[in-house]
């Protein structure tokens, strides 16, 4: 429990029996106008108890509590009309006194429930002699409030009173008066109706408290004649009703107030609020209430925890199989693409190159169709590897001669880019491209141009035949890596041959040039014989057939020895 010295208000306003009715509201309004407007907190018991002797007067007689007067009483007096100025304080006071020792005063729970019991808002405290020490109100109880976690957990919703009395400011004070002790209330709400539309709305624009009254009294108003508009406290402080009551407490400790009107977002009237409204919340009823309250939220939570953390199990074991079922996908393209580059690189064959391309895209792609296409000088082309499904024809060889594709495969493969095609009704295609693509059976298809010395050698497509198919990033990336590495390995085969045409055609050319340096070597060895006189022999020359074969390295013919004959005869 708090402090006892802070729920205790010592010093209250104390009266013998035989005063005057005016004088005791004469003092507790002098009480009123002493109230400081800013305070501090050293300020905190002064202000308490100027707000208990404003409140009410303890009647005592031979040192112990007889009566008590309160601001309610004198409502009620006003209310009836009575003439205060010939009354005795003992003809007008509530007797007996709920009171309580000191030494009981150890649970602030019991002060409470005490004063709601009752239905009172003051319970003096006494000694062991029955004599007055002090006084709780509602306001030295909620003030002992301030640090209590309860006030957080109960909104303004939970505690207002919604069927709140109100007034038209015309109503004259007598007639307010008269509603506050009809009603048992301790203050009436000015209002102004919006008679307008299925839905009026009653708006607060000022309000009129017993304190107001018992000023009004002192100052000898005429209440009768004089009407709220005139004297009513304005403009309300209001708050909402989504507000916890910590809002509540310190409202009203800012602005010394005892009640709060509560408002909708239109500014119509909802209820309000006030130090009972906040002490009613720790009643025991509504704290069991509250307990159970709690209970249920703490099952809630629990139960949304439990399944919050299952939800997030199962989210986070799903994103653990993504991204391990992502890695191994990627694991599997870059041992794809790495199997591929090697296969491509070791060979300097260009149909092998091309037909382990197709080979491999097809499996790890798990389409139809994988199929290198190869430009020809008039953009026609043909189909020079190709891996298919049983399923579908084969095109591989196709000497592909369309003039919509002739005509728009430069710009079409401008880019390097993949062309990527869902669904080829839905593509734009030209109709004589769809007639071709519909050929072979394609419904969807990826196409990434290849690019050889920076120039379109080609392209490396996939099909899919059987159904539309929502290509994926990734395959997309992998296709083009595979391009590019196939371009590689075209422009090393292509630059292979070329250097083993190069090559054969130097070695032929080697051959010829020392065969015919072999002729001429042996063709200047031979010159000195040659230059001998030939042997007469009667009316003939003779030369030795042997000699021509071994230093010209020709045997002459018989047709050949008849020509030179001839030749010999004309010399």
Same mark, same amino acid.
């Given at each position: 429990m708090a402090k006892r010295d802070e729920v205790i208000v010592r010093y209250p306003l104390v009266v013998s029996p035989d005063v005057k009715v005016t004088d005791a509201i004469a003092q507790m309004g002098n009480s009123h106008l002493s109230c400081s407007t800013h305070r501090t907190a050293d300020d905190l018991l002064d202000e308490l108890s100027l707000e208990a002797r404003s409140s009410c007067v303890l009647v005592v007689a031979d040192e112990k509590v007889v009566g008590i007067l309160t601001e309610r009483d004198i409502v009620r007096l006003c209310a009836q009309q009575q003439r205060l100025d010939d009354l005795e304080i003992h003809q007008v006071m509530t007797q007996p006194v709920i009171t309580l020792r000191e030494s009981e005063l150890t649970d602030l729970?019991?002060?409470?429930?005490?004063? &709601? &019991?009752?239905? %009172?808002?003051?319970?003096?405290? @006494?000694?062991? /002699?029955?004599?007055?020490?002090?006084?709780?109100?509602?306001a030295s109880l909620r003030q002992s409030l301030r640090p209590l976690d309860l006030l957080q957990l109960r909104l303004v919703a939970d505690v207002m009173t919604c069927d709140v009395i109100c007034a038209s400011p015309h109503n004259s004070l007598l007639k307010i008066a008269q @509603?506050?002790?009809?009603? /048992?209330?301790?203050?009436?709400?000015?209002?102004e109706s919006n008679d307008s539309g299925d839905d009026p709305l009653r708006r607060p624009i000022g309000i009129v408290t017993e304190r107001d009254l018992v000023q009004f009294r002192t100052l000898e108003l005429d209440l009768e004649g004089c009407t709220a508009a005139e004297v009513m406290s304005t403009p309300v402080f209001v708050i909402k009703p989504e507000a916890s009551l910590v809002a509540v407490q310190q409202t009203m400790e800012q602005h010394l107030i005892r009640r709060l009107v509560v408002t909708g977002k239109r500014g119509e009237l909802l209820g309000i609020v006030t130090q009972t409204s906040v002490l009613k919340a720790f009643n025991p009823l509504e704290l069991y209430r509250l307990a159970q309250g709690l209970e249920r939220k703490v099952v809630c939570l629990e139960a949304e925890k439990v399944a919050l953390l299952q939800d997030r199990a199962v989210e986070l074991e799903q994103?653990? &199989?993504?991204?391990?079922?992502?890695? $191994?996908a990627q694991a599997e393209r870059e041992t794809l693409l790495a199997q591929v580059a090697n296969r491509i690189y070791n060979s300097l064959d260009i149909q092998e190159i091309s037909d382990t391309c197709v080979s491999e895209v097809r499996s790890f792609l798990s389409c139809d169709r994988v199929l290198v296409y190869q430009f020809q000088p008039d953009w026609s082309g043909v189909i020079v590897s190709e891996s298919v499904d049983d399923s579908y024809s084969s095109a591989l060889g196709n000497q592909i001669q369309d003039s919509c594709?002739?005509? /728009?495969?430069?710009?079409?493969?401008?880019?390097?880019?993949? %062309?990527?095609?869902?669904? %080829?009704?839905?593509?734009?295609?030209?109709?004589?491209?769809?007639r071709l693509l519909r050929q072979y059976q394609v419904k969807a298809n990826l196409v990434v141009p290849i690019r050889v010395s920076g120039q379109l050698w080609g392209l490396l497509i996939g099909h899919q035949c059987a159904s539309y198919r929502d290509w994926q990033i990734e395959e997309m990336t992998l296709l083009q890596r595979i391009s590019v590495n196939l371009a590689i390995a075209l422009k090393q085969a292509t630059t292979y041959q070329q250097l083993q045409v190069q090559l054969r055609d130097r070695l032929q050319a080697e051959a010829l040039l020392r065969e015919s340096q072999q002729r001429y070597a042996t063709l200047a060895a031979a010159v000195p014989v040659l230059k001998q006189p030939a042997l007469p022999s009667g009316n003939?020359?003779?030369?030795?057939?042997?000699?021509?074969?071994?230093? @010209?390295?020709?045997?002459?013919?018989?047709?050949?020895?008849? $020509? %030179?004959? $001839?030749?010999?005869? &004309? @010399?």
């Open positions: 729970f019991f002060a409470i429930n005490l004063l &709601q &019991q009752h239905q %009172i808002r003051h319970l003096p405290i @006494l000694d062991e /002699q029955q004599c007055l020490i002090g006084m709780v109100t509602h @509603l506050m002790t009809e009603h /048992q209330v301790s203050s009436v709400v000015i209002v994103q653990i &199989q993504d991204r391990t079922a992502a890695l $191994k594709l002739q005509q /728009q495969a430069a710009t079409l493969y401008s880019s390097d880019h993949p %062309i990527v095609i869902n669904d %080829i009704d839905a593509a734009g295609y030209s109709d004589c491209h769809i003939r020359f003779e030369w030795n057939i042997s000699d021509c074969a071994v230093h @010209l390295g020709y045997r002459p013919k018989s047709g050949d020895l008849t $020509k %030179i004959g $001839k030749i010999a005869a &004309q @010399l």
